[in-house]
């Protein structure tokens, strides 16, 4: 009888303590970083510009005699956007051929002789400067040969300049010369756009650079479409005054059109704890998270602000106490509610 009444009041004493300890343990809900973890986007104005935006000029003097393309019209890479006046170029031309071919008929001449001096010579019928002669002629003809070949070059190249072509997949912006003017070497006589070579540029925040580097999603967003971008480069200069650089995005499918402007749009890769999530204890803000003996742990974040979320490494099952937090300290026991 006594040692059944020994063992209820020891009972008993394990149920009170126990009792007593539950009692003193905070109860809390938890979360995983995984859970609560946002990934903040970031948004900057943007602008779709092409590679190329050219006036094209003219490089002989002549008249605009046909002008087969409208603003608006989309010009693929070698096809004629202008005809100037080239009957002067072709009579050039041709008399630079005429002359070619006198020096030639010369040239000939200047052989046969020098072959027939060549057979005096062997003959002793002339001297040694009247040979020397014969080969200075031949030498000269070929340099004044050589010359109008040039000329005939330089022809044909005026010649070909009166068709002004495409050097890109176009789209004519400006028709600056009309039909009829007389244009000179430097007058602009039309102004294209490249339609197939065109980027995204956007000015960026020092502090957003090393988030855009690590992205993988890139958005250019106009007010009618979407288009997914990739990052191309992000200029090595740095603008003192504003505070940033320039970041250039090429097209992963279809180009926006030119002169675009819209949002570029990332979704930074790394974690960032909500700011509503951060407590604050003394001077420092942090975290409390459950550690293995059930107890609260707080951490502090480094650089964190009220207000605003910050980016963490800790790892994803890490568990942060979400209710309760405000009523324990570093080390209280808690209870998962």
């Known amino acids: 009888m006594m040692l059944i009444l020994k063992t209820l009041v020891l009972l008993t004493t394990l149920f009170i303590t126990n009792s007593a300890t539950a009692s003193d343990a905070v109860r809390v809900t938890s979360q995983s970083l995984d859970e609560l973890a946002i990934f903040p986007v970031t948004n900057v104005p943007a602008t779709a510009v092409s590679m190329n935006d050219s006036k094209i000029s003219a490089e002989v003097r002549a008249t605009v005699n046909v002008f087969p393309v409208l603003v608006g019209d989309i ?23 005429a002359a070619l071919r006198g020096i030639d008929s010369r040239l000939s001449l200047a052989k046969y002789q020098l072959d027939q001096a060549n057979t005096l010579f062997k003959e002793k019928a002339i001297s040694d400067e009247q040979l020397e002669q014969r080969k200075s002629g031949v030498t000269a003809i070929n340099a004044e040969l050589d010359a109008q070949k040039v000329v005939i070059a330089m022809a044909k190249r005026d010649l070909k300049k009166c068709t002004v072509k495409a050097p890109f997949k176009a789209i004519v912006v400006e028709r600056i010369a009309q039909v009829g003017e007389l244009a000179s070497p430097g007058s602009p ?24 580097k690590q992205t993988k999603h890139l958005q250019f967003i106009t007010h009618d479409t979407t288009h997914d971008i990739q990052l191309r480069t992000i200029t090595p200069v740095f603008d003192p005054i504003q505070r940033n650089r320039e970041a ?18 990332w979704k930074q890769s790394q974690k960032y ?13 942090g975290i409390f ?5 059930n107890q609260a742990e707080f951490i502090n974040i480094k ?16 568990r942060l106490i979400v209710n309760g937090r405000f009523a324990i300290q570093n080390g209280t026991s808690v209870t998962i509610d």
Do not use: C
């Not at 102004?191 to 925040?205: F, G, L, P, W, Y």
């Not at 704890?273 to 803000?285: E, K, S, W």
């Open 248 to 265: 250039r995005f090429v097209f992963k499918k279809q180009n926006a059109l030119s002169g675009a402007t819209g949002t570029l749009t």
């Open 75 to 97: 010009a693929e890479r070698g096809e004629i956007l202008i005809q100037l006046e080239n009957k002067t170029y072709k009579l050039n031309l041709q008399r630079a051929e």
């Open 189 to 212: 006589l039309i102004r294209i756009v490249d339609a197939s070579r065109i980027e995204v540029t956007a000015k960026i925040q020092a502090m957003d650079i090393q988030s855009l």
């Open 273 to 285: 704890i909500p700011a509503n999530m951060l407590t604050r204890r003394g001077n420092t803000l």
């Open 289 to 293: 998270i459950i550690n293995d003996q």
């Open 303 to 318: 650089g964190a602000q009220e207000g605003r979320p910050i980016a963490t490494n800790l790892p994803g099952k890490t």
